[in-house]
């Protein structure tokens, strides 16, 4: 069965850093990039950039550019995401989904990520 | 960045009847070499992550009904439910891949009149 799960919520201060990661199976997480989005509450979503697995090579989007570190482990077919420097403007749903030159096919279930002194 | 505008943001239709959502890009997503909208459409209900629905701007997803179906090139795009059905209460993203940053459209929530 083809899917993505993701580490679970997390509560941190501002000015901390989370890494959220995302776990695939299904022999899907070589086939193509993946990528992570983003959604705060009431918002639309918001594209954080991309990872090739296979390369490690990476895009990110300018507004999180020298916050955001997207990395992977391939012998656990796990990809991660860390997003630095938090505020409170980062409380949202963080995505991954497999898909970067296409669009997301699949995706992980979502993890809230709360930031809150 | 390219600007991704829906209309309308919200409708109520009643089952059965036609639902059709606009999304309008700033440029063109029609890239000429291969003559290829990089447009998608997704579903987005509460507590699920978004569900990717029609790419290319008319190629339906594996699995997703025919009722729904999308059309457009360029600038300008739709997303059509033919027959809306229950399930089909949600929030509608277009989303472009044709640059980054990806960006979507704000959203269109339908709902049962």
């Known amino acids: 069965q083809v899917q993505l799960v993701q580490s679970g919520a997390e509560v941190k201060k501002p000015g901390a850093s989370v890494k959220v990661s995302c776990k695939a199976s299904?022999?899907?997480?070589?086939?193509?990039?993946i990528s992570w989005v983003r959604q705060a509450a009431g918002q639309g979503f918001e594209w954080m950039g991309w990872?090739?697995?296979?390369?490690?090579?990476?895009g990110y989007a300018q507004k999180f550019q020298g916050r955001v570190t997207m990395t992977r482990n391939t012998s656990i077919s796990t990809a991660y995401m860390e997003l630095s420097s938090l505020t409170s403007e980062d409380t949202a749903v963080y995505y991954c989904?497999?898909?970067?030159?296409?669009?997301?096919?699949?995706w992980g279930q979502g993890t809230l990520v709360t930031v809150s002194s | 960045d390219i600007v991704m505008t829906q209309s309308p943001d919200s409708l109520a239709v009643s089952l059965g009847e036609r639902a059709t959502i606009n999304c309008k890009s700033r440029?063109?997503?029609?890239?000429?070499?291969?003559?290829?909208?990089?447009l998608a459409w997704y579903q987005h209900k509460p507590g699920q992550p978004p569900k990717l629905l029609i790419y290319?701007?008319?190629t339906r997803e594996s699995g997703v009904p025919d009722r729904f179906s999308g059309s457009g090139s360029g600038t300008d795009f739709t997303l059509t439910i033919s027959s809306l059905q229950a399930e089909d209460v949600a929030i509608y993203y277009c989303?472009?891949?044709?640059?980054?940053?990806?960006?979507f459209g704000q959203g269109t929530k339908v709902e049962i009149k």
């Open positions: 989904a497999r898909g970067g030159k296409t669009p997301g096919d699949y």
């Open positions: 299904g022999n899907i997480f070589t086939s193509n990039e």
């Open positions: 990872m090739n697995p296979n390369s490690g090579n990476t």
């Open positions: 440029q063109s997503l029609l890239y000429s070499s291969n003559n290829k909208n990089y």
């Open positions: 290319w701007a008319s």
């Open positions: 989303q472009q891949y044709f640059t980054t940053p990806r960006t």
